[in-house]
Structures are given as structure tokens and as C-alpha cells.
T-cell receptor, first 111, second 115 residues
Framework: TQLLEQSPQFLSIQEGENLTVYCNSS?????LQWYRQEPGEGPVLLVT?????EVKKLKRLTFQFGDARKDSSLHITAAQPGDTGLYLC???????????FGQGTELSVKP | GAVVSQHPSRVICKSGTSVKIECRSL??????MFWYRQFPKQSLMLMAT?????????EQGVEKDKFLINHASLTLSTLTVTSAHPEDSSFYIC???????????FGPGTRLTVT
């Protein structure tokens, strides 16, 4: 059974700081996804990465996928209070399209 | 496009009663819908996979007689929590997938509180 480990689990920073969140898998990712979830809401897909070494940017968010496709990172530049939320990495783990999620990183950005 | 709704958004019920949660794909046909459960400060745990017109497939440890899932149409799946107990209190989230496309679109979730 694939295990996704995220670190850190909790992160509290001041507005304007940079941060990085990590996601490591016990096996090769098939298709890694990053989500952001606000309290009381469903998760929203931020990005999907498939190719080893891939880097994708979404405004102030930079997503990197490890060459061996077993690890990924999410870097946020100049964090803002609106970035506050639970960041989840996920992977598909069978042909039926099931998703397995990491335990999440809870980010709090204070003004 | 690809909007998924859930109803109700919040529900409070008494212990021993049953409660139904609806998940609808508003602008696409969902051949597959998934039901997740999320406890406070924790991640999403898949409960079951629901395919239109067939029985749901439950994950290990999820009681199929307690969590009844019906996927009667390509736009609607329902989750019924039967004989609810306080430990069933949680945030229930559904997602929907279009046929042939792997991406899942998530609903806004339903907060269930059993008193």
C-alpha cells in the first residue's frame, strides 16, 4: 500500500515569508496532484505533475517533481493570509481512479 | 465547468436516526463518484467508490450496511448514514469523475453532527 508523507504537518508564518511543503511517497507516483482546502470546503486542485523533474508555476506557487517521481515540493513565495489552508498531495493508486491523500500540511499565514 | 454540489452543507441529527447526503454533478455526467470522510485536522479518507447503475465498492473497514450509497443517475449519488452515532460526526466530501478522465472534481462537503 502506497504511503504519502507530508512535512511539515503544521506551519505558521508571517505574511511575506517564503515556505516549502514536501510530499514523499513510498513508491513511484503515477500522477501527483496538489490540492488546497479551506476550512469547511472541499479540496481544490492546484496542479498535476506527471513527468520526473517537472517544474510548474502558478503565480507565487512553484511545484517541483523529483527526478525519480517519488517526491515533490510546493514552494510559496511571499505568502499572504489568503494562502492559509490545508495543502494536500495525492496520487492515483489504481485503474479505477482512486486517490490516496497525504496527511496534509496546515498552513497559517498571519498578517 | 465541472461543478459538484452537495446538500445539505450542514446537518445535525439525533443518535439513532438516519441522514441522507446528496452529491450532484451540475454540468457534466459523472460515471464515477467517490465518497470521503474527513475528521478535524486530518486528511481525506476514501470510504467508497460509486459507479452509476452498479453497487458501490467500499474500502476496507467501511461498513456498507451503515453507509448506504446509491448512484441512480449520472448526476446524482447519495450517501445515507444509517442509525447514526456521535462517532459518525465528521465532514463528508464527495467527488465526481467524468468517464475516461482521471481528474476528480470535489464537492464543498457536508458537516454532519450527531447528538
Amino acid at each position: 500500500t502506497q504511503l504519502l508523507e507530508q512535512s511539515p504537518q503544521f506551519l505558521s508564518i508571517q505574511e511575506g515569508e517564503n515556505l516549502t511543503v514536501y510530499c514523499n511517497s513510498s513508491s513511484v507516483f503515477s500522477s501527483l496532484q496538489w490540492y488546497r482546502q479551506e476550512p469547511g470546503e472541499g479540496p481544490v486542485l492546484l496542479v498535476t505533475v506527471v513527468t520526473g523533474g517537472e517544474v510548474k508555476k502558478l503565480k507565487r506557487l512553484t511545484f517541483q517533481f523529483g527526478d525519480a517521481r517519488k517526491d515533490s515540493s510546493l514552494h510559496i513565495t511571499a505568502a499572504q493570509p489568503g494562502d492559509t489552508g490545508l495543502y494536500l498531495c495525492a496520487d492515483f493508486y489504481n485503474q479505477g481512479g482512486k486517490l490516496i491523500f497525504g496527511q496534509g500540511t496546515e498552513l497559517s499565514v498571519k498578517p | 465547468g465541472a461543478v459538484v454540489s452537495q446538500h445539505p452543507s450542514r446537518v445535525i441529527c439525533k443518535s439513532g436516526t438516519s441522514v441522507k447526503i446528496e452529491c450532484r454533478s451540475l454540468d457534466f455526467q459523472a460515471t464515477t463518484m467517490f465518497w470521503y470522510r474527513q475528521f478535524p485536522k486530518q486528511s481525506l479518507m476514501l470510504m467508497a467508490t460509486s459507479n452509476e447503475g452498479s453497487k458501490a465498492t467500499y474500502e476496507q473497514g467501511v461498513e456498507k450496511d451503515k453507509f448506504l450509497i446509491n448512484h441512480a443517475s449520472l448526476t446524482l449519488s447519495t450517501l445515507t448514514v444509517t442509525s447514526a452515532h456521535p462517532e459518525d460526526s465528521s465532514f463528508y466530501i464527495c467527488s465526481a469523475r467524468r468517464g475516461g478522465i482521471s481528474e476528480q472534481y470535489f464537492g464543498p462537503g457536508t458537516r454532519l453532527t450527531v447528538t
